[in-house]
């Protein structure tokens, strides 16, 4: 969606500020303040029915419900594109029910609500992402029980975690775990970044904005603070790698950036572009007014 | 106190219930997630002898949900009947049972039976909300930890055995969380912060 394209909707009536009433507002804004204060700990919290099925960022968006303010400025993204139905129907949400101003451009907006990716552009401290999550437990597909894992986390009981990354190594000679990747927060809690690359992983560390994560299904929220260190597990002979292409974005020619893979004919011919749809669009226009 | 003739005590909230709610919850969240820098908090009137800053983080946290201790100084009928009124929330007696405390300089030499949450549940611990007179002026500490970048010095007001009684009730991730207000400002201590009380001593 481009900027031009972007038309005011009405504000509805009927609704509260941002569609949440106050009182569960308050019992989230509760949760988001203990999430902060246990960067990396789950915060349960009663997850309300909005008006998307589960899967949708249901999650991220009781979270942004219950921070957004009227001078606040929302970005919301999906797989790094602002213009895809998920991205344009969230913000339309938000736009309509508390008739907040939105944005595309990364620098501009103040709540960037993201499935999946981390902005390339740097982001400040005067910004607060909040992501959608799916399931929010890192040690779910180890071991399926609440009760279990709960424990695990009190008892810093994580060595489980290594195995699995270990039988990736064992099974492709390599840690083929390419998204979801798990970090340890401050040293203390294991946790799942949300599917997000793990490309995007060393953007989590000692980063200016203060992130927060939201699973509506599971009913599940936390947080990373600013300036907090985040480290993703690894062996010591197996470090800790993020994707590289030997390709550069089609559009834009970014060698940084994390690439989508397009099939562009029947002989299979592949392009690579940007999957930040703004990223490559701010490089797109420097180019441009280079060029003049 | 009798509920009927409680009205007497009552006075105006938030000006806007929702955007002053909300105004004041992004200043608290951004308190606690830097800890040591001073936001402001100007949306509340002074409610007797509690201050703008400490009556607007009432105001935008408590409800039916939420358990509140008082300390002896805040807990007058006109105090009681506005959070009766504007929040609803139950006061409680036993501090155990709390799960956000009023407190004042003078209840801070002994934190002991607060609920600083388990390890399992770390998240369900009592929040204090301490009023101080300023926010400056005292010792110089160094506090370290998420939120800060490298070392930050603030400098609290605060009697050395505050610092000993958080140390006595934080096992890392059990703790209490701490709010300071004082006027239209707070500032935020959470758990997670190391507070060193000079150069080798870790508190």
């Keep these: 969606m481009n900027a031009q394209a972007q038309t005011q909707y009405a504000t509805e009536v009927g609704y509260n500020f941002a569609y949440l009433d106050e009182q569960t507002k308050r019992m989230i804004r509760r949760g988001l303040l203990k999430a902060v204060a246990v960067p990396g700990y789950q915060v349960p919290f009663g997850g309300r029915e909005m008006p998307l099925p589960y899967g949708w960022g249901t999650g991220g968006m009781q979270?942004?419900?219950?921070?957004?303010?009227?001078?606040?400025?929302l970005k919301v993204i999906?797989?790094?594109a602002d213009d895809t139905t998920n991205a344009v129907s969230i913000r339309r949400?938000?736009?309509?029910?508390?008739?907040?101003?939105?944005?595309?451009?990364?620098?501009?907006?103040?709540?960037?609500?993201?499935r999946h990716r981390i902005p390339e552009t740097a982001l400040s401290g005067d910004q607060i992402m909040v992501y959608q999550v799916p399931i929010p437990e890192p040690l779910r597909?180890?071991?399926?029980?609440?009760?279990?894992?709960?424990?695990?986390?009190?008892?810093?009981?994580?060595g489980v975690m290594h195995v699995k990354l270990y039988e990736d190594i064992a099974t492709f000679g390599h840690i083929a775990t390419s998204y979801a990747y798990p970090v340890t927060v401050d040293e203390r809690y294991v946790m799942d970044p949300s599917p997000i690359p793990k490309f995007d992983n060393p953007k989590l560390h000692m980063s200016p904005a203060l992130m927060l994560f939201g699973a509506g299904r599971e009913k599940r929220l936390y947080a990373v603070p600013p300036f907090t260190r985040v480290v993703s597990l690894d062996f010591a002979d197996h470090p800790f790698e993020i994707q590289r292409w030997d390709e550069c974005c089609a559009f834009c020619g970014s060698q940084d950036s994390y690439l989508d893979e397009l099939i562009v004919d029947d002989a299979g011919t592949k392009r690579f572009v940007c999957s930040d749809t703004d990223y490559c669009m701010q490089r797109r226009d420097l180019e441009e007014e280079g060029e003049q | 106190m009798n509920a009927a003739n409680s009205s007497q005590w009552l006075q105006p909230a938030f000006n806007d219930p929702?955007?002053?709610?909300?105004?004041?919850?992004?200043?608290?969240?951004?308190a606690l997630a830097e800890p040591g820098l001073i936001q402001p908090l100007n949306?509340?009137?002074?409610?007797e002898n509690l201050q703008p800053a400490t009556y607007a983080l009432c105001l935008a946290f408590l409800d039916g949900d939420t358990p509140l201790w008082l300390a002896p100084r805040f807990d007058t009928p006109a105090i009681r009947a506005?959070?009766?009124?504007?929040?609803?929330?139950?006061i409680v007696a036993e501090r155990e049972l709390a799960l956000f405390a009023l407190l004042d300089e003078s209840e801070l030499t002994d934190l002991s039976d607060f609920d600083n949450g388990s390890e399992?549940?770390?998240?369900?611990?009592?929040?204090?909300?301490?009023?101080?007179?300023?926010?400056?002026?005292?010792?110089?500490l160094r506090w370290r930890g998420p939120g800060i970048k490298d070392v930050r010095s603030v400098e609290l007001p605060l009697p050395a055995v505050f610092w000993q009684q958080r140390q006595a009730r934080s096992a890392f991730p059990r703790g209490l969380d701490a709010f300071f207000a004082a006027g239209e400002q707070v500032i935020g201590l959470p758990r997670s912060t190391r507070v060193l009380l000079n150069a080798e001593e870790a508190a």
Excluded at chain 2, 18 to 28: C, E, G, I, N, P
């Design chain 1, 93 to 114: 949400f938000f736009a309509r029910t508390a008739g907040v101003k939105t944005t595309t451009r990364t620098p501009e907006a103040t709540v960037i609500q993201t």
């Design chain 1, 141 to 158: 597909f180890i071991e399926p029980s609440e009760t279990e894992t709960r424990t695990m986390h009190a008892l810093e009981d994580y």
């Design chain 2, 120 to 140: 399992r549940y770390p998240d369900q611990s009592c929040t204090l909300l301490i009023q101080l007179d300023a926010l400056s002026n005292g010792a110089a």
């Design chain 2, 82 to 90: 506005n959070l009766a009124f504007h929040c609803g929330c139950p």
């Design chain 1, 78 to 80: 999906d797989q790094g």
């Design chain 2, 43 to 47: 949306r509340a009137l002074a409610l």
């Design chain 2, 18 to 30: 929702v955007l002053d709610a909300q105004t004041s919850f992004r200043s608290a969240l951004k």
């Design chain 1, 63 to 73: 979270l942004t419900a219950a921070i957004l303010g009227a001078d606040d400025v």
